[in-house]
């Protein structure tokens, strides 16, 4: 009788500890950051909250063969009062820099217009990072300083000028 019920508890927990396996497996999102066709998918038609700015939407533009670089345009839509706001933006970044300039373990991406030569002047978020745990994150503005700050601390004293970052995680839509 001592035996059935230990053979029947080690089999209980065998099933626990595989649905566990499973259902984690299932709900975490890992992506292969040097992967073409899983950064794509990572990305293409999915739409991120970036906080209180608005949300922003991913659609797969064009990879390019000879630069190993991906091009996406974005739609950005800033809430607003009473009306909401969509920007036509675009980012691109490489496949992989081969662990050389950046590791391989996220993207850095800068949202710009598609307009070469043209700066984008906004109050709201433009530089992301898609980790490959599969979240993105959003740059919050730098702390500002003044001139006087500046000189003090560079010219002055040879120091370089290091301003705090702030990753806010966006939530998936």
Not at 55 to 62: L, T
């Amino acid at each position: 009788m001592k035996n059935n019920n230990f053979k029947c508890k080690f089999r209980i927990l065998i099933i626990c500890i595989g649905l566990l396996l499973f259902f984690q497996k299932g709900y975490s999102q890992s992506v292969i950051m040097t992967d073409k066709d899983n950064l794509i998918s990572a990305l293409n038609k999915k739409t991120f909250i970036v906080s209180n700015y608005g949300e922003i939407k991913f659609i797969f533009d064009k990879f390019d063969k000879d630069f190993l670089s991906f091009s996406f345009n974005v739609e950005y839509t800033i809430y607003g009062g009473k009306k909401n706001k969509t920007y036509d933006l675009h980012t691109s970044f490489p496949l992989t820099y081969g662990g050389f300039y950046m590791p391989d373990f996220f993207k850095d991406m800068i949202i710009s217009q598609d307009v070469a030569m043209k700066t984008l002047r906004s109050d709201f978020p433009t530089r992301f990072q898609l980790l490959q745990n599969g979240e993105l994150y959003f740059l919050e503005k730098y702390s500002s300083y003044n001139f006087e700050n500046y000189y003090d601390q560079t010219i002055k004293k040879g120091e370089i000028m290091s301003l705090k970052q702030k990753w806010i995680l966006c939530k998936q839509k």
